[in-house]
């Protein structure tokens, strides 16, 4: 049985693993897992992908964290979480954003987003060792937007 549901502030701490696959900085991400609301995708009782949505000013969010189980990846679990954050929050924020480096920027676009900016330097600037994902340094976060 697949199943999504919020997480609360006390249980977070438990998909740390998982929330380092997707942001491999435990600083980063006590930056915005207590300030951000949290969902989880959970089949047969085991959770195996979550996203954090950070609340912004004017009315948008920006979708901080995403990540699924390295055993549960391409199997539509992401794309699952996200299209149930996008009725969710429809109600509650005109936009939701998201930022990415280069090679994620695909998969949002399958999704409805459409570029918005680049932040040059972000990873080369925020995390203290490189970021490689597909054998490809991160350097810029790109963002993307979406009306919901």
Do not use: W
Not at 81 to 100: P, S
Request: charged share 20%; proline share 7%; with cysteine.
């Amino acid at each position: 049985m697949i199943d999504i549901q919020a997480v609360e502030p006390a249980a977070r701490r438990a998909y740390l693993p998982l929330l380092l696959d997707a942001d491999p900085s435990e600083e980063m991400v006590a930056r915005y897992l207590t300030r951000g609301e949290m969902y989880a995708v959970v089949v047969d009782g085991a959770p195996v992908c979550e996203a954090v949505v950070l609340p912004l000013p004017g009315g948008r969010c920006e979708l901080k964290n995403l990540a699924c189980a390295p055993g549960c990846r391409g199997q539509g679990y992401a794309s699952l979480l996200l299209e149930y954050l996008f009725l969710a929050f429809a109600g509650r924020f005109t936009e939701m954003l998201v930022g990415t480096s280069e090679k994620g920027m695909g998969f949002y676009a399958r999704l409805g987003f459409a570029y918005s900016h680049t932040v040059p330097g972000f990873f080369t600037d925020n995390y203290p060792a490189p970021l490689y994902e597909d054998g490809v340094q991160c350097v810029d976060m790109h963002y993307l937007r979406r009306a919901l």
